[in-house]
């Protein structure tokens, strides 16, 4: 595979879309020249970027739900629901498991399934999500037809480029993913060679709507496997994805970041993420590309109780709005027990609107913020700059071999390409620091104050520092605590 971080070629990249085109009878409606008339259709109230960039300027936080479901009516009355009662800024379209292993017979399967228990008052729902690919071009249009609210492809496919041509076609003005988020923590076998290849052609034909005058936002998956990812982790990841994304002609990128629970380190890395990524673009020469910043609440355990839930929502869109991260991705007060009701989703997006909106004027500053920002930002470049040493200045070689190198290890991800020798843990104040570096790029500097702020905590707690603080915090939260302490 001749891989390299370089623009695709037009013969090389509609010979590709040829072949990705007829994976599915849906594949057929797709017509790049009408797709690009209906874009340009549609209102300036519509499109993705457009509002994400008037809320960077304005400094406001807009608020985004996790939806989808499987049938195009009951899709559309979910949205509804959310963009009314909700009170959603941007709306998601969240795609089924399925379609996200490119399993079109089972979704066509399921559709089945769901229409004939609607149609028998006996309805259960058989999908996870909504089958873009399997709606097709019509169907996609159904949705965003009838709502008046952005809308984003949200899903989790190491190989998206059907469901991308579908996606585009079908009207949708933001779509998240990239060769790396959406494959160390979906996938298991799948090379990253590959879906950085393949996650190209999605990178190019968004660079062609924009060469056609037609705005798509792409976004980079921030939260990785939700599960304790230092800043510099998933910031080293969201850069190279922007960079990888800017370089096949996309113009609007927006990066992300989870949140880990500790204010002033969550502050730190929104605020970090926008000024690095911007760095690393100008430093590649991408001058005219528009960065914004999604903050992610809390990807862990949550409480079942619904109002401990809703503590943690709070947390989250308070965060948020102090970093003035662009937008957040609002959780609900049922995720300990599965889908929520949309309802329940409504919930977390109206409590989220209240915290944004009344922290849109204030700001968190001090001393302890700039130094949380020096560490992300030192830990990040120590990171980035091995990546492009060692991909000899091109980002994407450089990112398959600091993978295979263990220089870029995400926690918990359970590819096998990923190292999986780095291990996270909480800080006495609840940040969260690195226990075990494995292979990772840093100074002696960097090392030595991970170490001694996990003593810190160890004294306090009277153990050692050891695999069990691990254990403890990915369970913390669920129990009612941001530290995982032990029992006395």
Known sequence: MDIKNKKLRDDEFYKIRKEVLATWETGKEVDLD????????????????????KAKKEGKTLVQPRAGVGLIENHIELLKHLQDAGEADLLPTTIDSYTRQNQY???????????EGMANGNFHPF?????????????????VDALDTPLQVRHGTPDARL???????GGFTSYEGGGISYNI?????IPIEQTM???QYVDRLTGIYEEAGVAINREPYGPLTGTLVPPCISHSVAIIEALAAAE????????GYGQLGNQIQDVAAIRTLQELTDEYMHKFGYYDVNITTVFHQWMGGFPADEAKAFGVISWGAACAALAKATKVIVKTPHEAAGVPTKEANAQGLRCTKQLTNMLVDQVTVGSRMEHEKEVIKAETRCIMDKVIALGHGDIILG???????GVIDIPFGPAKCNAGIMLPARDNGGAVRILETGNLPFTDDLKKFHREKLEERAKAENRQVSFQMVIDDVYAISKGRLVGRPKY
């Open 34 to 53: 009408e797709a690009i008339a209906y874009h340009k259709s549609l209102p300036e109230h519509k499109i993705f970027s457009n509002k994400l960039n």
């Open 105 to 115: 017979e089972n979704c066509a399967e399921g559709i089945r399934r769901e229409k």
């Open 127 to 143: 999908l996870n999500g909504f089958p873009a690919v399997n709606h097709g071009v019509k169907g996609c249009r159904q949705v």
């Open 163 to 169: 469901l991308t041509e579908i996606a585009y076609a």
């Open 185 to 189: 923590p979906y996938a298991k076998n």
């Open 197 to 199: 290849y393949d996650w």
């Open 248 to 255: 096949q002609g996309v113009k609007n990128i927006t990066v």
């Open 399 to 405: 990112a398959i071999a600091a993978i295979n190198a």
